[in-house]
C-alpha cells in the first residue's frame, strides 16, 4: 500500500507560482495513475490534474490549462504540480492521490484509493 505525502503548499499573492511535490513510499510508484485533487471550502473534492503510470497521459481542469503542470519522477518516487498565474480561485487544499492498482489513467475522483494528508495553498487577491 502506499502512502502519500505532499509538500509545497503556502499563502502567495495572485499572479505568484507554486510547485507542489508528493512523495510516494511503501509501493511501486509506476505502477500507479496519480492524480492531484482540490477541495475549497464548502465545494466537493475536484480533480485539478492527473498523469498515466508512464507519465505520456495528463488530464487538467479547464480553469488551470495553460497555468498548471503535472509531472512525475517514477525513479525518484515523486508526483510534481507546478502551479503559475495563481489566481484567488485557486485557494482549497490540494490532495495528492493515487489510483487503483487496474488504473492505468483516470480523472475520476472515485478510482482513487490512497490520499495524502493535504497542503493548504492560499493566493490572495
Known amino acids: 500500500q502506499v502512502q502519500l505525502v505532499e509538500s509545497g503548499g503556502g499563502l502567495v499573492q495572485a499572479g505568484d507560482s507554486l510547485r507542489l511535490s508528493c512523495a510516494a513510499s511503501?509501493?511501486?510508484?509506476?505502477?500507479?495513475?496519480m492524480g492531484w485533487f482540490r477541495q475549497a471550502r464548502g465545494k466537493e473534492r475536484e480533480p485539478v490534474a492527473t498523469?498515466?503510470?508512464?507519465?505520456?497521459?495528463?488530464y487538467y481542469v479547464d480553469s488551470v490549462k495553460g497555468r498548471f503542470t503535472i509531472s512525475r519522477d517514477n525513479a525518484k518516487n515523486t508526483l510534481n504540480l507546478q502551479m503559475n498565474s495563481l489566481k484567488p480561485e485557486d485557494t482549497a487544499v490540494y490532495y495528492c492521490?493515487?489510483?487503483?492498482?487496474?488504473?492505468?489513467?483516470?480523472?475520476?475522483?472515485?478510482?482513487?484509493?490512497?490520499w495524502g494528508q493535504g497542503t493548504q495553498v492560499t493566493v490572495s487577491s
Open positions: 492521490a493515487a489510483a487503483e492498482g487496474w488504473t492505468s489513467f483516470s480523472s475520476n475522483k472515485n478510482d482513487y484509493a490512497y
Open positions: 511503501g509501493g511501486t510508484f509506476s505502477f500507479y495513475a
Open positions: 498523469i498515466s503510470r508512464s507519465g505520456g497521459r495528463t
